[in-house]
Nanobody
Framework: QVQLVESGGGLVQAGGSLRLSCAASGRTFTNYAMGWFRQAPGKEREFVAVFKWSGSTNYSDSVRGRFTISRDNAKNTVYLQMNSLKPEDTAVYYC???????????????WGRGTLVTVSS
């Protein structure tokens, strides 16, 4: 059974940093893209970043330059280093995995349950 488990969320002041982790189990994701999405209260799910199986990365405009996605294939884990956090980054952050992850997230095969990030002003 495939599982994605996020960790590392919490409360941080604006300008601070957090590192999210997503540990995958149940299969090897070496040839899969792994990414992060977020959903703020009352808002739709939003693409954050993706680490493609080719090694390339992509970011939303709102986080580019502040967030960095990385992965450790040996550990089947993807990370999201978040720096210079802003109150508008407050959301539940979800890990996702599939061969291809569209920016909409629609049709993506595997999802974690999410971890809450709260950024206070």
């Amino acid at each position: 059974q495939v599982q994605l488990v996020e960790s590392g969320g919490g409360l941080v002041q604006a300008g601070g940093s957090l590192r999210l982790s997503c540990a995958a189990s149940g299969r090897t994701f070496t040839n899969y893209a792994m990414g992060w999405f977020r959903q703020a209260p009352g808002k739709e799910r939003e693409f954050v970043a993706v680490f493609k199986w080719s090694g390339s990365t992509n970011y939303s405009d709102s986080v580019r330059g502040r967030f960095t996605i990385s992965r450790d294939n040996a550990k089947n884990t993807v990370y999201l280093q978040m720096n210079s956090l802003k109150p508008e980054d407050t959301a539940v952050y979800y890990c996702a995995a599939d061969r291809i992850i569209p920016r909409s997230g629609n049709g993506t095969a595997y999802w974690g349950r999410g971890t809450l990030v709260t950024v206070s002003s």
